[in-house]
């Protein structure tokens, strides 16, 4: 029978707050270490918080966004443990009342929609970074202490890798809309946690494991693998799963302990006494819903509905606000918004990969967002039409594509100056079928002995004829009725 993984995650994302959740510290990411800092978030003694009041309407624009009842009172408790990257020795977080419960998400997987719970939002202020060097020792900057942080804590609902991966991509989706974080998984604004179990379907839970701070999809992915397999091979060896917590190592594709699971109780959680409840009147809890815009899902429905999308592909388009947005302003002005859609997702989608690919590579960045694609909405739609229309094939239009994304233009004009339009006159493509045929007798020859796949051949000989320009379906015609023509004589 078999084993039937179930994953909970726990997902920290930062708050794009200027300054700090309890101080007036900026938060900027990548400044000078040790810069950002004050006796507040460096927890000296008798250095008492203050909270930002942007946090509270961040979090809770989060806490709606993801269907979440939002408490009109919420409070800060004390979670204490002793860590080098945090000064205080505890961190101001919520437990016993956090801001947000029982919220929910879909994603749109392989197997269709399914919603995932979401069990509590709860705010809490981020710890510092400790940076490993073989000479110096291990240092220690606390430019990231106290910058504002939601966790996200899904109920054990997730079945698979790739329903963990759909789910944290959801979660960005929709955060970035809402535009409460960047999401940055490389620069850390969005990291999760991984709780797994496995069991037999319909059986209870498994006892689960814990794997901390992964930071890309692909680790995400690959941790699950690596621990359901882990956990697969210990139960059918007769051992037993410990409740812990796992480190996932890159390099090897493995889990290790590192250390034994703590117990809430460790934590010797109290309400803080530096800090009242956080509290949102009516109106305010109307004012932040009000400034919510259309989320993914409903502009999801929309594409399906109005351009006949599969719920799939709309997913992938709304998977971004600013891709969304160019979306809606390139159908605007197409004839047919479908080829749009059809345009985004295959050649588009390869060419921003093929870049982030290349620059990858070189060890730079490549430009992320709106910023990728330099081609102007107007533009895309108008190369999606002349596609649609017939006006250049599919080859030529790529050809066009790549170049708009080198220097965007008019790519009517383009197609004008660098005669690229599609020849679609009879003379013209019976010129080139002919030609075609008279240099290829070999070819000819063996289609008449029966091997009709040569046919494809031929084709590519004619087009190459028209320089690439011809319209495939007339010239393909064209070449069939000659062929079969002198095949029957
Ligand atoms: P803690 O805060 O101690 O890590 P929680 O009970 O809050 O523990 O759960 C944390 C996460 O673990 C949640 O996302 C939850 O869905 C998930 N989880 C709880 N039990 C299991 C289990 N048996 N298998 C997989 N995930 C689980
Ligand atoms: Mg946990
Ligand atoms: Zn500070």
């Known amino acids: 029978m078999k084993w039937e993984m179930v994953i909970g995650l726990e997902t920290h994302v930062e708050l794009n707050t200027k300054s700090k959740v309890f101080c007036s510290c900026r938060t900027d990411f990548g400044a000078e270490p040790n810069t950002h800092v004050c006796p507040v978030c460096m927890g000296l003694p008798g250095a008492l918080p203050v909270f930002n009041g942007l946090v509270l309407r ?5 806490g709606f966004a993801l269907n979440c009842h939002v408490h009109h009172v919420s409070r800060f408790d004390r979670k204490n443990y002793f860590y080098p990257d945090l000064p205080k020795a505890y961190q101001i977080s919520q437990f016993y009342r956090p801001l947000c419960e029982n919220g929910w998400l879909t994603v749109q997987t392989s197997e269709g929609e399914k919603k995932i719970g979401i069990t509590r939002i709860h705010i809490e202020e981020d710890a510092g970074k400790l940076l490993h060097d073989d000479k110096i020792g291990t240092m220690l900057d606390m430019n990231r ?10 109920e054990p609902d997730i079945r698979s890798a790739e329903e963990a991966v759909a789910y944290l991509r959801k979660v960005r989706a929709i955060l970035t809309y809402i535009n409460v974080s960047d999401c940055r998984m490389n620069e850390g604004s969005l990291r999760c946690d991984v709780n797994l179990s496995i069991r037999h379907p319909g059986d209870p839970l498994g006892v689960r494991s814990e794997m901390k701070n992964l930071n890309s999809f692909q680790s995400v992915e690959r941790a699950i693998q690596a621990e359901y397999e882990r956990q697969v091979a210990a139960l059918e060896a007769g051992e037993e799963i410990v409740q812990e917590t796992r480190r996932y190592d890159q390099k090897t594709g493995k889990t290790s302990t590192m250390r034994r699971k703590e117990n809430s109780a460790d934590y010797r959680y109290f309400p803080d006494p530096d800090l009242p409840e956080t509290r949102l009147t009516d109106e305010d809890m109307a004012a932040i819903l009000a400034a919510i815009p259309a989320l993914p899902d409903a502009r999801r429905e929309t594409y399906v509905q109005t351009y006949g999308l599969t719920p ?7 998977a971004e606000r600013w891709l969304a947005e160019y979306f809606e302003e390139a159908t605007g002005t197409a004839q047919f918004p479908v080829g749009v859609a059809n345009l985004l997702q295959g050649e588009v989608f390869a060419l921003l990969s093929a870049r982030a690919a290349e620059a990858e590579k070189k060890g730079e960045s490549a430009p992320e967002g709106r910023a990728s694609l330099p081609i102007s909405p107007a533009h895309l739609a108008k190369l999606s039409d002349l596609i649609a229309q017939g006006r250049v094939n599919s080859s030529t239009g790529k050809k066009i594509l790549a170049a708009l994304f080198i220097e965007d233009c008019d790519p009517e004009a383009y197609a004008q100056s660098h005669e690229l339009f599609t020849v679609c006159d009879d003379a013209t493509l019976i010129a080139a079928v002919q030609q075609a045929i008279a240099e290829n007798p070999a070819l000819v020859e063996s289609y008449r002995k029966g091997k009709l796949t040569v046919e494809k051949a031929l084709m590519g000989k004619a087009m190459a004829f028209t320089r690439g320009k011809a319209n ?5 015609e064209l070449l069939h009725t000659m062929l079969t023509r002198e095949t029957d004589q």
């Open 312 to 318: 799939y592909a709309a997913e992938q388009l709304t």
């Open 472 to 476: 495939p379906e007339r010239l393909s």
């Open 145 to 154: 202490c106290g910058v504002p942080l939601i966790e996200i804590v899904s």
């Open 58 to 62: 961040h979090a809770a624009m989060a």
